[in-house]
Nanobody, 123 residues
Framework: QVQLVESAGGLVQAGDSLRLSCAVS????????MGWFRQGSKEREFVATI???????YTADSVQGRFTISKDIAKNTVYLQMNNLKPEDTAVYYC?????????????????WGQGTQVTVSS
C-alpha cells in the first residue's frame, strides 16, 4: 500500500522556521499532486500543493509569502518550508497525494494521507 511518512514537527516560538518533509513509499499509482493540509481548532484546511510533473504550486493566502512547498522526485519526497511562524499556524500538518487529476487545492481530491505531525507555535 502507499505510505506517507512525515517528519516530526515540534514546539517553536513565533518567528521561527521549520521544514516538514513527507516521504512516499514506492508508488503503485500515478502521482498528480502532493499537498499539505492542516487541522487546528477548525476544519482541515488547504495549505499548499505542488504538481508532481510540472512543479506548479498553489499556496493558501494565509501562508503566502511565508510557506514554500517543494519536491525531490528522486527521493519521492515533498517538503514544506515554514518561515516566520505565527501562533495561528499551530495545527496538525498532513501531507497527501492525489493519484488522479483534479482540483489540487481541494481536500476531497486527495487519496492517501500521512499520519500528521504536530506543529505548535508559541507567542
Amino acid at each position: 500500500q502507499v505510505q506517507l511518512v512525515e517528519s516530526a514537527g515540534g514546539l517553536v516560538q513565533a518567528g521561527d522556521s521549520l521544514r516538514l518533509s513527507c516521504a512516499v513509499s514506492e508508488r503503485t499509482v500515478s502521482t498528480y499532486n502532493m499537498g499539505w493540509f492542516r487541522q487546528g481548532s477548525k476544519e482541515r484546511e488547504f495549505v499548499a500543493t505542488i504538481a508532481w510533473t510540472t512543479g506548479r504550486t498553489y499556496t493558501a493566502d494565509s501562508v503566502q509569502g511565508r510557506f514554500t512547498i517543494s519536491k525531490d522526485i528522486a527521493k519521492n519526497t515533498v517538503y514544506l518550508q515554514m518561515n516566520n511562524l505565527k501562533p495561528e499556524d499551530t495545527a496538525v500538518y498532513y501531507c497527501a497525494v492525489a493519484v488522479h487529476p483534479g482540483v489540487p487545492t481541494s481536500l476531497s481530491e486527495y487519496d492517501f494521507w500521512g499520519q500528521g505531525t504536530q506543529v505548535t507555535v508559541s507567542s
